[in-house]
């Protein structure tokens, strides 16, 4: 397709389990972000890769966040450990330099930690 | 600490009159200013954008103004129609944030027909 996607678009997590959210970015689009969108708010930063290289991680709330885009273009969030806490909606966005152009965001993947 | 703030949560206009969104901001070093439309179920998109260097942004029906003194921006759609109700929000980069976006809380609007 031609836009981001995400997947799953639905993840129900028992407390302490692990998940793995996939982005697959715009082909060509070198900048890459992470974002979660709790209920009611805006989106919150949580990383940013340029191509494989994760240049800022500073907005992953806790050492239970991990991130990874290996091949600089396909990104996987990883959540270890989840909490109640952690149920929010999970964006990703690419942009073809740096965000200061469009962002092109996913649908987002919404999970529910139960 | 909220850098980008939007204070209305909602707000409710007539088809064809105009919608009027507003967005502050308290870190000066933002350069970069966005605003994003977002359904229900869907990412946000894209809407217009203004830098730094420039007051006023127009593309078709939407307007974005920006007032560096008093660090303010607003979104005017002019006439609205039923289709732009939707979430909107605002965002804001540059500085020591670098490439990444600070959005504010959003706005929903609603058109009425």
Known sequence: GAGVSQSPRYKVAKRGQDVALRC???????????YQQALGQGPEFLTYFQNEAQL???????DRFFAERPEGSVSTLKIQRTQQEDSAVYLCASSFIRANTEAFFGQGTRLTVV | DQQVKQNSPS??????????????YTNSMFDYFLWYKKYPAEGPTFLISISSIKDKNEDGRFTVFLNKS????????VPSQPGDSAVYFCAASGGTSGSRLTFGEGTQLTVNP
């Open chain 2, 11 to 24: 707000l409710s206009v007539q088809e064809g009159r105009i919608s009027i969104l507003n967005c502050d």
């Open chain 2, 70 to 77: 008093a660090k303010h921006l607003s979104l005017h759609i």
């Open chain 1, 56 to 62: 800022d991680k500073s907005g992953l709330p806790s």
């Open chain 1, 24 to 34: 697959d970015p715009i082909s060509g689009h070198v900048s890459l972000f992470w």
